[in-house]
T-cell receptor
Framework: NAGVTQTPKFQVLKTGQSMTLQCAQD?????MSWYRQDPGMGLRLIHY???????DQGEVPNGYNVSRSTTEDFPLRLLSAAPSQTSVYFC????????????FGPGTRLTVT | AQSVTQPDIHITVSEGASLELRCNYS??????LFWYVQSPGQGLQLLLK??????LVQGIKGFEAEFKRSQSSFNLRKPSVHWSDAAEYFC????????????FGKGTHLIIQP
């Protein structure tokens, strides 16, 4: 198993540009989520999904969209990037029965100039 | 809403010495409790978890943690640290039932002195 994979590893955007951070898992996990990590802030939940076709907002959803068309993939979209979205983004997944035993991807470091 | 406090931003420990990282949570009932480790440039790895039962839980890499309900704490311990333990450590809580993920503390950066 590859586990949770994220692409790209690094990305630089200009303010106003859009992009999609990719996340995929091959463990047949129902639950997937996106976090952002900022210095001194720990990780904060952006969006999550309990299964294909179902998504919901976390603690800091503004400026981000998600969709879940398949069990494997959970992309995170930035429609109009802002400098405040400079961060490291982590995707995580787990089985619904043990929802909180989350497996994390390696992260995407995003810089918005 | 639940919250997690890790009072120590940085901790420096000599190699071979014992380690204790502190974690306090705020929640009305007993939450699910976790410790994660993040090595530089890496994702997070689950060290151990507490759901119920025995309050002393064993994890990977020789770590253990003790849940103390009276103190709302879940401190992480290791009897003898190795240089490879240098990393960022995060305590996290989940309150069960809902699907709203984990609430993380701000992390403790562990430095190992030779």
């Amino acid at each position: 198993n590859a586990g949770v994979t994220q692409t790209p590893k690094f990305q630089v955007l200009k303010t106003g540009q859009s992009m999609t951070l990719q996340c995929a898992q091959d463990m047949n996990h129902e639950y997937m989520s996106w976090y952002r990590q900022d210095p001194g802030m720990g990780l904060r939940l952006i969006h999550y999904s309990v299964g294909a076709g179902i998504t919901d907002q976390g603690e800091v959803p503004n400026g981000y969209n998600v969709s879940r068309s398949t069990t494997e993939d959970f992309p995170l979209r930035l429609l109009s990037a802002a400098p405040s979205q400079t961060s490291v983004y982590f995707c995580a997944s787990s089985y619904s029965e043990v929802r909180y035993e989350q497996y994390f991807g390696p992260g995407t470091r995003l810089t918005v100039t | 809403a639940q919250s997690v406090t890790q009072p120590d931003i940085h901790i420096t420990v000599s190699e071979g010495a014992s380690l204790e990282l502190r974690c306090n949570y705020s929640y009305g009932a007993t939450p699910y409790l976790f410790w994660y480790v993040q090595s530089p440039g890496q994702g997070l790895q689950l060290l151990l978890k507490y759901f119920s039962g025995d309050t002393l839980v064993q994890g990977i890499k020789g770590f253990e943690a003790e849940f103390k309900r009276s103190q709302s704490s879940f401190n992480l311990r290791k009897p003898s640290v190795h240089w490879s333990d240098a990393a960022e450590y995060f305590c996290a809580v989940a309150t069960g039932g809902g699907a709203d993920g984990l609430t993380f503390g701000k992390g403790t950066h562990l430095i190992i002195q030779p």
